[in-house]
């Protein structure tokens, strides 16, 4: 893992690094806590007939969709995100589906390139975790040098068109005063998914059992912690799935794209 360095320009060299090291193969591993200082991206790509309803799914989804950049239709460059980003080899990891379902997971999606696809990205809540860390809130996750865990809930996203479906959220748990310290550090981020959208019993939001996440891994609660639940960037993985479009591709959860953007340019006035 990189070591958190507070100097703009060493925070964006290291992230060319890593995008360095992730599109020459050497790192296929997911991103939490990898480039601090650094803003991580969630990404769904998608056939451009598709797009503008996405698009507005987005919009009216923005807590787990909130839109960073978009691309123009055919184009695998994010130039919004960093000059040198080619959607199409800086992912560690790509989901690709068929008709609703899974069919592949991928490490470069350049022959399966299409001159109609968009590229959405999406801010990520990885990418706040060093603001709570600098804030003296630990993350048990980060520690153990996993991935925090991500589950689908009973929380019902606004339909738009195909897109419908339920939203997925991720669990970091804290004492009851971290908890209260990290509601008001990651609501300073409404572009990465701002502040929890659930704090404390899981079964009230559909989950029955922290031990079995949908994705990411196995982080338990120790005993006296709250768990808080903050909407998430695979909540577009489902919602697609669920539209059962012919083709499109998705980043694997925790394998996010890291962009040049610093995270205090997310920061709310």
Not at 236 to 263: E, G, I, Q, R, W
Request: charged content about 20%; overall charge negative; glycine content about 8%.
């Amino acid at each position: 893992m990189l070591q958190r360095n507070d100097n703009p320009e060493r925070q964006r060299a290291r992230a060319h690094d890593v995008r360095a090291s992730i599109r020459s193969g050497t790192w296929r591993q997911q991103t939490s806590g990898l480039t601090p200082g650094i803003v991580q991206g969630n990404v769904a790509i998608v056939p451009a007939a598709y797009a503008g309803d996405f698009e507005k799914f987005c919009n009216a989804n923005d807590r787990p969709c909130p839109i960073i950049a978009k691309s123009k239709i055919g184009d695998p460059m994010l130039p919004a995100l960093g000059a040198d980003i080619d959607i199409r080899t800086d992912l560690p990891m790509y989901n690709v589906y068929r008709n609703g379902a899974l069919e592949s997971e991928v490490h470069d999606i350049t022959s399966l390139w299409q001159d109609d696809l968009v590229t959405f990205a999406f801010g990520c809540s990885f990418s706040f975790e060093e603001n709570l860390i600098a804030g003296g809130v630990p993350l048990h996750h980060i520690d153990a040098g996993v991935s925090c865990p991500v589950y689908l809930s009973s929380i019902d996203t606004t339909p738009v068109g195909p897109f419908f479906g339920k939203l997925v959220v991720s669990m970091r748990s804290f004492t009851p005063a971290d908890a209260e310290r990290a509601d008001a550090i990651t609501s300073r981020y409404p572009l990465l998914h701002g502040g929890p959208i659930h704090k404390g019993d899981p079964a009230a939001i559909g989950i029955a059992d922290l031990n079995a996440p949908d994705w990411g891994d196995v982080v338990p609660v120790p005993e006296g912690e709250v768990p808080l639940f903050w909407a998430c960037g695979v909540t577009p993985h489902v919602v697609l799935m669920n539209a059962k479009l012919p083709f499109c591709m998705t980043h694997k959860a925790s394998h996010m794209l890291v962009t040049d953007l610093l995270t205090s340019q997310m920061a709310a006035a």
